[in-house]
């Protein structure tokens, strides 16, 4: 007898009328039309069952706290970075664990089931650290929490900031952050990049750095990143995260550097809300858009996802744990519109950043994790055009949360009344 079977389900690959059989938390069996006895049976009436959404770029001890202690009148990256720095001293572990509980609430709600999250080091206190771990452990029975030793100030430009970072480490933060570009010079942002990257290689830990998080297209550090990532062996466990001067580089230079970033196997995050945000401030018009090089990076084959990295917090005032959202922004901005660039951008949001987080056992296949989203949508491209509704999200076999179908009831003037998913009935599998 199986724990569970999900029945008539299309996969994001396209397989349709899909059996999905769960036994003690592992997916036993994919294939079309099982029949088979199990103690719960979901008919998935042909709508979109995903392997759970990843964000592999947040920041847990600033989400939820716009407005405090004023929300960001300029609304740019380097007011975001000095209203943190007033919010710092008004912090307090019960209010960081609170509000990081209240976001996984948001995040398996809409079938986010693993986060990697930046904790600001610079503060000697590591408060948020702390307050970071505990909340990592309170939410272990649902949710995966990765965390990195984020220097947001600068490792060399903070005074004893490496040493605030390494104790981070010592706490078990799990992996090595850096933000070269806001160090106080290009060879400083170099220094930092070698330290960082020969502590991560001594401790064996993976790399996720804030790299070139500007429109300077002379910044180098994507450069220094792949270098450092070849020269210590990292090839595979270092990220980048951002890289937006990429959107601004010169084409010839971006040819070279591609081909350093493959050889290296850097991963790639970009951030498309934040980014088409906070990047091209400085311009007049035409307007840079900031995102870096998505469908050039994936066709070189670097592995490339989209993050949410910020809701309600000083950099950025909207966003609401939906990592379809952040696809569909990601999407527009790449220009990524083809049934291929769809996919992909899907993938962004699951597959992907679940490889760069070393989520082997997440994915719709036999022997791994049952942890999966059932949409109301059939097919990825559907489920990015409606933000589709999660209708219940399971994590290890177990139904975690359950949203009613979206529908409207429409009763307009001369025709009868009518009760419809009104978005969806009429478009077919598109
Ligand atoms: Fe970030």
Same mark, same amino acid.
């Given at each position: 007898?199986?724990? %569970? /079977?999900?029945?008539? $389900?299309?996969?994001?690959?396209?397989?349709?009328?899909?059996?999905? *059989? !769960?036994?003690? &938390?592992?997916?036993?069996?994919?294939?079309?039309?099982?029949?088979?006895?199990?103690?719960?049976?979901?008919?998935?009436?042909?709508?979109?069952?995903?392997?759970?959404?990843?964000?592999?770029?947040?920041?847990?001890?600033?989400?939820?706290?716009?407005?405090?202690?004023?929300?960001?009148?300029?609304?740019?990256?380097?007011?975001?970075?000095?209203?943190?720095?007033?919010?710092?001293? %008004? /912090?307090?572990?019960? $209010?960081?664990?609170?509000?990081?509980?209240?976001?996984?609430?948001? *995040? !398996?709600?809409? &079938?986010?089931?693993?986060?990697?999250t930046h904790v600001d080091t610079s503060d000697p206190s590591l408060l948020p650290v702390e307050a970071l771990l505990e909340a990592r452990r309170l939410m272990a029975p649902y949710l995966d929490l990765q965390i990195v030793a984020f220097p947001q100030d600068g490792v060399l430009r903070t005074p004893g900031g490496l040493d605030s970072l390494t104790r981070a480490l010592d706490l078990g933060v799990d992996v090595v952050g850096g933000i070269p570009h806001f160090e106080r010079s290009q060879a400083q942002g170099a220094e930092s990049v070698r330290l960082l990257c020969e502590l991560a290689a001594q401790r064996g830990l993976p790399v996720d750095m804030h790299c070139d998080e500007s429109d300077d297209p002379l910044s180098r550090h994507v450069e220094t990143l792949a270098f450092e990532t070849q020269r210590l062996g990292l090839h595979g466990r270092v990220t980048g995260s951002h890289l937006t001067s990429m959107h601004s580089m010169d084409n010839y230079y971006v040819s070279k550097l591609i081909a350093l970033m493959a050889e290296s196997r850097l991963n790639v995050i970009a951030n498309p809300l934040i980014n088409i945000t906070l990047q091209g401030r400085h311009d007049t018009y035409p307007k840079r858009r900031g995102m870096t090089r998505v469908p050039e990076l994936m066709a070189a084959g670097l592995t490339v996802a989209f993050g949410q990295d910020c809701v309600m917090d000083p950099w950025y005032s909207l966003g609401s744990g939906d990592m379809l959202d952040v696809a569909h922004m990601g999407l527009h901005v790449a220009q990524m519109t083809s049934q291929e660039g769809m996919r992909q951008c899907f993938e962004a949001v699951t597959s992907h950043p679940a490889h760069i987080m070393g989520l082997d056992r997440f994915g719709i296949a036999p022997g791994k994790e049952a942890s999966f989203v059932l949409l109301q949508a059939r097919s990825a491209a559907e489920a990015l055009r409606l933000r589709a509704t999660r209708l219940r999200v399971y994590r290890r076999g177990r139904l975690l949360a359950q949203t009613p179908a979206s529908t409207t009831?429409?009763?307009?003037?001369?025709?009868?009344?009518?009760?419809?998913?009104i978005a969806q009935d009429r478009t077919g599998a598109l």
């Open positions: 007898m199986l724990d %569970l /079977l999900i029945t008539h $389900a299309t996969l994001a690959d396209g397989r349709r009328d899909m059996s999905i *059989a !769960v036994q003690d &938390g592992k997916i036993a069996e994919v294939a079309p039309g099982l029949d088979a006895s199990a103690h719960e049976t979901v008919d998935a009436q042909g709508q979109l069952l995903s392997a759970p959404f990843v964000d592999a770029h947040f920041h847990l001890d600033a989400t939820l706290s716009y407005g405090l202690p004023r929300v960001n009148a300029s609304g740019t990256l380097l007011e975001g970075i000095a209203l943190w720095g007033e919010l710092k001293p %008004l /912090l307090t572990a019960e $209010a960081l664990i609170e509000r990081a509980l209240a976001y996984g609430d948001w *995040a !398996v709600s809409q &079938g986010l089931l693993a986060i990697r009831r429409l009763d307009l003037p001369g025709r009868p009344a009518e009760t419809s998913r």
